[in-house]
């Protein structure tokens, strides 16, 4: 089995540091727990704008077969959850899933999923903050690209803050998002113009009043952007080395999070099924229109305001979480020394990783000019294909030396991970071909970096690193036979 060491240890690193000129190795502050985890991560899984921005565009396509679709995707995300809460608890990275899979694959498959995380990390704000001005309409009319950059911009300086301040700020905003929802949850079940079986037996407007029913196929293709729309759950485990006691408190908050998370989504989805005027207002997918329909002027005021600060909310965490992987990938060497030196320093004031700050919130106030239709799909494509590493990783991480570390194990292993892959593989064949090809040179792309500048340096570069004080101990073989789950 391919195995990539960690980082050396501190004497070794210090002695490298020395002889490269920089100082040792740069540690984040540990200062969350399982509340603050957890609401960063929420904050980053963002439902209400995920609700409110990336759903409305499946109602186009699904019809009232997007909550099926994104219950289906909801019971994938359980499998999901289990293999990034052992994994995150077994090696647990600011990296996240490249951390992972590189420890337990080697390091170019770490390498090729750090990439697929990299086009998630720069595509994801820009398109959730797209969203912004929509939302802002009710009281003042702006342009939504030079909005989203704004949007980028304020991110990326709160993104430069304490981490506990950050989560206490987040956490206000979440409030917000949450009753959102739930009012809009509210309005629609109580203006219910269709039965409950549409969920179960969806239908789409076929127009001039008739309607057509949504097959599987509509669904499997479905279900990369309702893994999209849930994805933000998974983004705990990049706050490991900012949490304490990651150990326990990594598995609790990504499962936490899926569960909160989903509920937040999925029970207002059905409500706006069910109390939609009509399939074509349906497709259309404007929610805050149907809130003004629902009820009066105020309270669709107040939704669409909950909605903007919903995703001014997503994109402070998005901003703040990618960038963790920006600065881990930078202590674990991958890119020239000089780059590396830049986006690995950890400001002495705030705790912060400024310069990967910058490169993840900068250029993406550059991305929100840009047409991101087609790298919506990408992304979906980016994802379904990270989460087939992470559940490849999860196979074999009960083996070798990682067989008796102390973590979160999952129940039904390895079936949980083996039907992830094959589900997983049939949505990715379903997706379009051109955001797989898009996707797929971007790989290959970074296969090239890793044969040319990578591999011929790998004594010194790409050494993925698992801080020595957080590293899951051994437990004694006797207790893992016995113990089973632990954690």
Not at 61 to 82: E, H, N, R
Not at 133 to 138: G, N, T
Not at 276 to 290: Q, R
Request: charged share 10%.
């Amino acid at each position: 089995m391919p195995y990539t060491p960690v980082a050396p240890a501190a004497s070794e690193r210090d002695t490298r540091s020395v002889a490269e000129g920089t100082a040792a190795a740069p540690k984040l502050t540990r200062s969350i727990g399982v509340v603050g985890g957890t609401l960063l991560t929420l904050s980053c899984l963002t439902p209400a704008s995920s609700l409110f921005v990336i759903v409305p565009d499946s109602f186009a396509s699904l019809g009232t077969g997007t909550a099926l679709t994104i219950a289906i995707a909801g019971l994938l995300c359980i499998g999901v959850a289990f293999t990034y809460s052992e994994l995150g608890t077994l090696i647990p990275s600011s990296g996240g899933e490249y951390a992972m899979v590189g420890t337990l694959m080697g390091r170019l498959a770490g390498w090729l999923v750090f990439i697929l995380s990299l086009i998630v990390v720069m595509i994801v704000p820009p398109i959730i903050a797209l969203g912004t001005a929509d939302y802002l309409a009710p009281i003042i009319h702006l342009d939504p690209q030079y909005t989203a950059a704004a949007v980028m911009l304020l991110a990326t300086a709160m993104g430069l803050l304490d981490l506990r301040a950050n989560a206490w700020i987040t956490g206000i905003f979440l409030v917000l998002e949450v009753v959102a929802c739930a009012v809009v949850a509210f309005l629609g079940f109580t203006h219910t113009h269709r039965s409950a079986s549409v969920l179960v037996h969806p239908v789409l407007d076929a127009g001039h009043g008739h309607s057509t029913a949504v097959t599987a196929g509509l669904i499997v293709t479905g279900l990369a952007t309702a893994l999209f729309i849930l994805q933000g759950f998974s983004t705990a485990v990049y706050l490991a080395e900012e949490m304490e006691n990651p150990r326990r408190n990594v598995s609790r908050t990504v499962l936490w999070t899926l569960g909160i998370g989903a509920a937040v989504v999925l029970i207002p989805v059905v409500a706006i099924t069910l109390g939609a005027p009509d399939l074509k207002t349906l497709g259309a997918g404007d929610v805050a229109g149907m809130v003004q329909s629902w009820s009066n002027s105020g309270i669709g005021t107040f939704v669409s305001l909950c909605i903007a600060l919903a995703i001014i909310n997503a994109t402070i965490v998005m901003v703040i979480q990618n960038s963790r992987v920006v600065f881990s990938s930078a202590r674990d060497a991958a890119w020239p020394t000089v780059v590396n030196r830049a986006f690995s320093h950890v400001g002495r004031r705030f705790g912060s990783p400024w310069a990967a700050t910058l490169v993840v919130g900068v250029p993406g106030a550059a991305l929100c000019f840009v047409n991101l239709d087609t790298l919506s799909e990408v992304t979906g494509v980016a994802v379904a294909a990270m989460y087939v590493f992470v559940a490849l990783g999860a196979l074999v991480s009960r083996r070798g030396e990682h067989k008796h570390r102390l973590a979160w194990r999952m129940p039904l292993w390895p079936v949980v991970p083996a039907l992830l892959i094959v589900v997983l593989a049939w949505v990715l064949y379903q997706q379009s071909a051109k955001s797989l090809l898009i996707t797929g040179a971007l790989v290959a792309a970074a296969a090239v970096y890793w044969a040319v500048y990578l591999r011929p340096r790998q004594d010194t570069h790409w050494v993925i690193s698992v801080p020595e004080d957080e590293q899951a101990p051994v437990e004694q073989p006797t207790t893992a036979s016995a113990a089973g789950v632990t954690g």
